[in-house]
């Protein structure tokens, strides 16, 4: 009877049969979307010891990838794991590819305590660290304050992050990390990341601040029409940006010259001294043309600690802001394809 009501009801108002047809399918099909509960999981069923289970987990690529996006830094290599210092040993040291600069990694699978604090402090000292990221299954909030007074009293080339690890599961389904940043440097972005790392606007000159407002706006064409293969690296008023290939002896860097109004994509290998990573590269010639579907300069640069293979394209003028779209389009195509090639080749060299 009810059915019957509804049909008639509908009809009276004038509705169609194939548009009530659509409606009833639309409200079964909502009714037949099962959901389930989110549960989390103890820390120490995945992972029995730190040293020997849960650090060499978090040192593989696509585990430290997950935690740089986390945090919304560039791509982290790792240089060691169980690093001394003195009599001690630090978890994981790492570099920011993009900077070069190191990063100290401490964890703990329980809540943090004052040794671990003082840990942090000894390893970033000795290993010269610029980022010190302490994570923990939870932070007290004494320790959290630390984080915070360790961010305000230091300048901006160091930072402090506190990161809860968590372990969850929906349903059945496996178990999965979870990386919840609880302290971080104040109004930390990548925007406001790179302003304080470069000179005031007013001290720019005309060459440097439009480098610099060019980078921004890539960076926001970027967010909208986000890459799965690179990151942008922050704006700076460099002629220059690194995008990350998971090792420290190569970037991908973007090249913007203003005087020949000229883009360049370049793959940049800065320990190269004995030709082996360009010889190796070279080797595949045709086949790297051929992926990225352009000629492309091989320059082995005899005598000098790098080589380059560059991809150029000159515009009529790069300062005219009608034509970014089309400039930033190339920039992220031919990006795609370079790491799409190259990366998995030097990850093999």
């Given amino acids: 009877m009810m059915l019957k009501r509804i049909l008639l009801l ?6 169609s049969l194939v548009r009530l047809c659509i409606h009833f399918k639309n409200i079964f099909m909502a009714t037949k979307i ?15 010891s ?5 650090t060499p987990w978090l040192a593989k690529e696509e585990n430290m990838k997950l935690l740089a996006e986390s945090l919304n830094i560039d791509e982290l290599e790792v240089v060691a794991q169980e690093e001394y210092v003195g009599p001690y040993r630090a978890d994981i040291l790492c570099k920011e590819q993009s900077t070069d600069k190191y990063v100290l990694i401490e964890n703990q699978l329980e809540k943090t305590d004052h040794t671990h604090l003082g840990q942090i402090m000894t390893y970033a000292a000795g290993l010269d660290a610029a980022t010190i990221i302490w994570i923990a299954e939870r932070f007290t909030e004494e320790h959290r304050a630390a984080i915070d007074w360790l961010n305000n009293i230091t300048n901006k080339e160091f930072n402090f992050f506190g990161i809860e690890i968590k372990l969850i599961k929906i349903g059945d389904s496996p178990a999965a990390p979870v990386f919840n940043v609880i302290a971080k440097p104040n109004d930390w972005s990548k925007s406001a990341r790179s302003v304080s790392t470069q000179k005031s606007m007013d001290n720019k000159t005309d060459t440097e601040e439009f480098r610099y407002e060019f980078w921004l706006a890539f960076n926001e064409f970027m967010a909208d029409n ?6 942008p690296q922050s704006a700076s008023d460099n002629h220059w940006m690194n995008i990350a290939v998971g090792t420290s002896k190569a970037s991908i860097c973007l090249l913007l010259n203003k005087r020949n109004s000229l883009l360049t994509v370049q793959l940049y290998l800065n320990d190269d001294k004995n030709k082996k990573m360009f010889d190796a590269l070279f080797s595949n010639k045709d086949q790297a043309e051929e992926a990225i579907s352009v000629d492309l300069q ?52």
């Fill in 10 to 15: 509908n009809f009276a108002s004038g509705r």
């Fill in 226 to 231: 986000p890459s799965k293969d690179f990151r």
């Fill in 34 to 48: 099962k959901l389930s509960t989110i549960t989390q999981v103890d820390l120490r069923e995945c992972w029995q």
């Fill in 50 to 54: 730190e040293s020997s289970d849960f």
């Fill in 298 to 349: 091989w320059r082995r640069l005899d005598g000098k600690k790098s080589s380059t293979i560059d991809l150029c394209k000159h515009f009529d003028d790069v300062t005219d802001k009608s034509i970014q779209k089309e400039m930033f389009s190339w920039y992220k195509e031919y990006t795609e394809k370079f790491v799409q090639f190259f990366k998995p080749k030097l990850k093999n060299l």
